[in-house]
């Protein structure tokens, strides 16, 4: 099974950028598609973006489309999302994990364990 390892994240002001890292374990990496997860506080999971497992197809949350990019390294077995004109409404943990995919496309529905997430805060 996959694990994973989120980095990243921090303080940044509003319209600021951030740029997170998900980085994992075993050969397998490279026939998953991976997901990018947030959790506010006081709110539940939610699905922000994800990529198939050849980096063809990606998928975003409508909060974040046009502001936040998902890419892969699949010789460094890392996901990347590249985050910016950020608002006090992305603030929270970010995770990543292996995500179902369905007809060679990715989609916000996690199959695979969480990391420890990397804490991301918007604020000025």
């Known amino acids: 099974q996959l694990h994973f390892v989120e980095s990243g994240g921090g303080l940044v002001q509003p319209g600021g950028s951030l740029r997170l890292s998900c980085a994992a374990s075993?050969?397998?990496?490279?026939?998953?598609?991976i997901g990018w997860f947030r959790q506010a506080p006081g709110k539940e999971r939610e699905g922000v973006s994800c990529?198939?497992?050849?980096?063809?197809?990606?998928s975003y949350a409508d909060s974040v489309k046009g502001r936040f990019t998902i890419s892969r390294d699949n010789a460094k077995n890392t996901v990347y999302l590249q985050m910016s004109s950020l608002t006090p409404e992305d603030t929270g943990i970010y995770y990543c994990?292996?995500?179902?995919?369905?007809?060679?496309?990715?989609?916000?529905?996690?199959?695979?364990?969480w990391g420890p997430g990397t804490q991301v805060t918007v604020s000025s």
């Open positions: 075993r050969f397998t990496f490279d026939y998953s598609s």
């Open positions: 994990t292996a995500v179902v995919t369905a007809q060679r496309l990715c989609t916000m529905v996690p199959e695979g364990s």
């Open positions: 990529i198939s497992s050849a980096g063809i197809y990606t």
